[in-house]
Nanobody
C-alpha cells in the first residue's frame, strides 16, 4: 500500500507561482508512474501532468503546457508540480496519483493510489 500526501497549495494572485509537493510512503516509489490531477467545483477530475518512473517521459494537459513543470526526486520519494503564470481558471483541488508501471497516462482510472488533495486558489 502506498500513501500519498500533497502539500504546497494556497492562495496566489493571477500571474503568480506555487510549487506543489507529493511525498509517497514505501520503498518502491521509483517504480511508480506519478501524475497530478485537479478538480474544480462542479467539474470532473482532470489530468494536469504525469511523469515516468525515472523522469524520462512527461506529459501535460494542453491548458498547462509551458506554465507547469512536473519533476520527481526518487531519493526523497517526492514528485513536484511547479506552477507558473497561474490563472484564475487553475483554481481547483490538486491531487497526486500513482501507479506501479512504465506507461505515462492521462487517464484517471489508470492510477491506483491517490492523495487527499491540496487547494489552489488563484485570485484575479
Amino acid at each position: 500500500q502506498v500513501q500519498l500526501v500533497e502539500s504546497g497549495g494556497g492562495l496566489v494572485q493571477s500571474g503568480g507561482s506555487l510549487r506543489l509537493s507529493c511525498v509517497a510512503s514505501g520503498r518502491t516509489f521509483s517504480s511508480y508512474v506519478m501524475g497530478w490531477f485537479r478538480q474544480a467545483p462542479g467539474k470532473e477530475r482532470e489530468f494536469v501532468a504525469a511523469i515516468s518512473w525515472n523522469g524520462g517521459s512527461t506529459d501535460y494537459a494542453d491548458s498547462v503546457k509551458g506554465r507547469f513543470t512536473i519533476s520527481r526526486d526518487n531519493a526523497k520519494n517526492t514528485v513536484y508540480l511547479q506552477m507558473n503564470s497561474l490563472k484564475p481558471e487553475d483554481t481547483a483541488v490538486y491531487y497526486c496519483a500513482g501507479r506501479r508501471g512504465v506507461r505515462v497516462s492521462v487517464d484517471v482510472a489508470y492510477y491506483d493510489y491517490w492523495g487527499q488533495g491540496t487547494q489552489v486558489t488563484v485570485s484575479s
